[in-house]
């Protein structure tokens, strides 16, 4: 397992291992510091490159990440989740806690321009996470009707088939009320989860959404395990779950024309940043703790 954890019982302990997740720990010690999801990264990181561990190293491994996954941001327990689950011998008890917050707490602690942010810069299995989870959160009672596939769905489709993400930007833009950088910023994604949220709000079908992946972006089209990666997600999301990402497209385009801000906008991220340092403190006494349980060993 983790060569932090082996350190006392085994002599070819890698020295930087143990002095990066140490040095963590004394960092967290300073006021205003929160390393606990890098900590929880490293971790991680360092688990899943050992192919098997022994009973008292994967438990020590998962007392050390439970304590640190409840606190962490969405992001990090999306990354941390990508990991285990490509890796066989993942424990059980962390990946259930996994899904667990991410069914009870998903993406909706962060506000709608947190989670713009976090999704383009998040990796293919991050977005996946997300979008999955995204229908918990969304109104049924909201959702507007949505017109069968028709004309709109060929000029995008025509706008692919000629390779020209602009043109397919700016029929976008207009059809979902979203801004034309977004709507270019969809169209350029290399990844190709952005499409798929359109396909699904336009209800668009399998074969045309094909195409258009096949075609609009070559960084995606000359790779058919991707679009068939893609395919995959586009029967996994839920409608709900796509109007709740267009709900915060649209949102996004609009914020910065808005005429003005109700009083207690900031509020939230205000008691956020005045209680980071608290936050920060409440984990410095579990880490101190882990790193004892290290040291003795």
């Not at 941001?73 to 490509?86: F, H, N």
């Not at 507007?144 to 833009?173: H, Q």
Request: net charge positive; charged share 30%; proline share 5%.
């Amino acid at each position: 397992m983790l060569a932090i954890l082996q350190c006392r019982r085994m002599s070819m302990a890698k020295p930087s291992a143990r002095v990066s997740v140490d040095s963590l720990v004394d960092l967290a010690c300073r006021d205003g510091v929160d390393v606990r999801p890098t900590l929880a990264r490293v971790l991680t990181d360092l688990y899943v490159q050992r192919p098997s561990h022994s009973s008292e190293d994967e438990t020590q491994y998962i007392e050390l990440v439970l304590g640190l996954i409840d606190s962490v941001d969405a992001k990090t327990r999306a990354a941390i989740a990508a990991k285990l689950r490509q890796y066989p011998q993942a424990p059980a008890a962390v990946i259930r806690r996994l899904d667990d917050l991410a069914a009870a707490r998903p993406v909706e602690h962060e506000n709608g321009e947190d989670l713009l942010d976090l999704f383009f810069s998040s990796a293919p299995e991050e977005r996946r996470l997300i979008l999955t989870n995204l229908d918990v959160v969304s109104d049924p009672t909201r959702r507007r009707p949505v017109p069968p596939e028709g004309e709109l769905v060929r000029l995008m489709e025509r706008a692919a088939l000629r390779r020209n993400p602009s043109e397919f930007s700016r029929i976008l833009a207009r059809a979902l009320n979203i801004s034309r950088e977004l709507a270019e910023r969809i169209s350029f994604d290399s990844s190709g989860e952005p499409v798929v949220v359109v396909a699904k709000v336009l209800c668009m079908k399998t074969d045309a959404l094909q195409r258009i992946l096949l075609f609009l972006n070559p960084v995606v089209g000359q790779s058919v395990r991707r679009i068939f990666e893609l395919c995959q997600l586009y029967g996994e999301v839920s409608s709900a779950a796509a109007e709740r990402m267009l709900t915060i497209w649209q949102a996004s385009s609009v914020r910065p024309h808005a005429a003005h801000e109700p009083v207690y906008w900031d509020d939230e991220r205000r008691n956020q940043r005045a209680s980071g340092m608290e936050k920060s403190r409440a984990g410095v006494q579990h880490m101190q703790s882990a790193r004892i349980k290290i040291n003795e060993r």
